[in-house]
């Protein structure tokens, strides 16, 4: 169940209708508000900023409300432009982005939040009449009310301004990296246990030891779509409150049917499991969400860096954009993971493999391979055809690797570095080119079995760790 909250509310982030719809409700119980104090309180000390007749005061509100309305279709449209141009230029996972923007959300609700009170206002205004019992009705002109309308008047104004220029900053491809590049550099975070987390952690052999003996039930999943939300903490709980033994098969970005097995669930005996509480703990979607889903902002810029390295766009420097937040991401990856080699070195377990799992749910994490392969392995093609997108991939790889330090990390990126050199040399047909790339390979072999300063590379290298 919270699963499903958890979807909800990402749903909910990402729609055009929430944000704007309670700015209308908060519209229409601020018109009533105003409304009461304009019919039981005296506002004889507005007269000296507004005197206005019945119709004066419908002409006015009339008016705003077609205008803020009129300007609220214009929002929108050009809202859709945007989101159609991003769409066809840098790829339509990036909807979402543009989608949860909350800037569009709160101009559009601006806009038909004063509508929606300037409609409310308006039914209150009335001229003298005689109703059929003879009693008179003096005429009510909400002087506060219309006071407030253009005080919102020119609240719209004031967010038009803003959404002209905050459009134009949504669609500059830098910002759209950028955003997904900080988006990617929390998640990386997310992947490693906190000092604070309370969740006993083991590694796989204890699991696979665990399960020695035990009768195992496989759970299906019932819904078709793609896994967007996992409630690891209450399956971790259900499992240590029945003393269940749980693999995860499918993980958030994975696409699942109703004939795929979603756990492997072990248990001591034959007893019977509660299925449909186990699979309450996921929530799925027809569409891949960036929640608990690093990868997928990994080939969110990969896809970036596909579309600009097209033929039909060419635009490398938009794929060195987002080469620059793969090596941010690399390197969040590296820092948390030698500090968890660290920690096993002082505890005396050097061996230790930097890789943690629940205690009774297992879930293959995302590791440092299956990282880079989404980074590099989906992106080769493109960028070893274009020279200078190859050259700062490989000064990206290289300074990654000797960041790493000897071992398995700095091992894998070197092997990306020889596939890029390999791909690259293939797919160049200037020979002044291939020349400069195998340069660059064997000065980036050589940085990363240096055991010297940052500084010292710096001076003998140029483009090792800036240009300054």
């Known amino acids: 169940m919270h699963a499903r909250l958890i979807k909800y509310l990402f749903d909910i982030r990402a729609s055009y209708w929430f944000v704007p719809m309670c700015l209308v409700f908060g519209a229409v119980a601020l018109a009533f508000t105003m409304r009461w104090l304009d019919s039981n309180h005296s506002m004889d000390w507005l007269t000296w900023f507004m005197r206005a007749t019945v119709d004066d005061a419908r002409t006015i509100l009339s008016t705003i409300a077609t205008a803020v309305l009129g300007v609220a279709g214009v929002t929108f449209s050009i809202t859709m432009v945007a989101v159609s141009f991003a769409s066809s230029n840098y790829g339509p996972r990036l909807i979402n982005n543009f989608m949860r923007d909350k800037g569009s959300q709160y101009t559009l609700g601006t806009f038909i939040g004063t509508f929606a009170y300037c409609l409310t206002v308006m039914t209150s205004v009335h001229g003298a009449m005689t109703l059929e019992s003879g009693k008179e009705i003096a005429a009510f002109v909400p002087i506060l009310s219309i006071c407030v309308a253009l005080v919102l008047t020119f609240a719209s104004i004031s967010v038009l301004i803003f959404f002209i220029h905050h459009i134009t900053e949504t669609i500059n491809i830098e910002n759209i990296i950028a955003d997904i590049g900080h988006s990617l550099e929390g998640r990386i975070t997310e992947l ?28 299906n999943s019932c819904t078709i779509g793609y896994v967007q939300t996992i409630d690891l903490e209450q399956l971790n709980s259900l499992a240590e409150d029945e003393g269940l033994l749980v693999m995860v098969h499918y993980r958030p970005g994975d696409f699942t049917t109703t004939h795929d ?5 072990w248990t001591a005996d034959d007893t019977q499991i509660d299925a449909d509480q186990l699979r309450e703990c996921f929530a799925t979607g027809e569409e891949r969400t960036e929640h608990q889903n690093v990868l997928f902002l990994v080939e969110q810029l990969s896809e970036v860096i596909a579309r600009a390295l097209s033929p039909g766009i060419n635009d490398p420097y938009t794929a060195i954009s987002c080469m620059n937040w793969f090596r941010t991401a690399l390197m969040e990856y590296l820092s948390h993971e030698q500090c968890l080699r660290g920690k096993d070195i002082k505890d005396g377990n050097d061996d230790t493999p930097v890789t943690w799992h629940r205690m009774r749910v297992q879930l293959k994490p995302v590791d440092l391979p299956r990282l880079c392969a989404a980074m590099f392995d989906q992106t080769r093609q493109y960028v070893a055809a274009d020279r200078n997108v190859t050259l700062h991939n490989m000064a990206l790889l290289a300074e990654c690797a000797w960041y790493a330090g000897p071992g398995a990390s700095r091992a894998l990126l070197q092997d990306h570095l020889q596939r890029l050199y390999d791909c690259s040399c293939s797919s160049q047909t200037h020979e002044g080119d291939t020349d400069l790339i195998k340069q660059r390979f064997n000065e980036a072999q050589h940085i990363i079995i240096q055991q010297t300063d940052v500084s010292r590379l710096r001076q003998n290298t140029p483009w090792f760790g800036g240009s300054a």
Do not use: I, M, R
């Not at 490693?192 to 309370?198: S, T």
């Open 192 to 219: 490693f246990p906190q000092k604070e987390d309370a969740l006993p952690l083991t590694d796989w052999p204890d699991f696979d030891t665990a399960v020695q003996g035990k009768v195992v039930h496989e759970v």
């Open 261 to 265: 097995c979603l756990l492997s669930v």
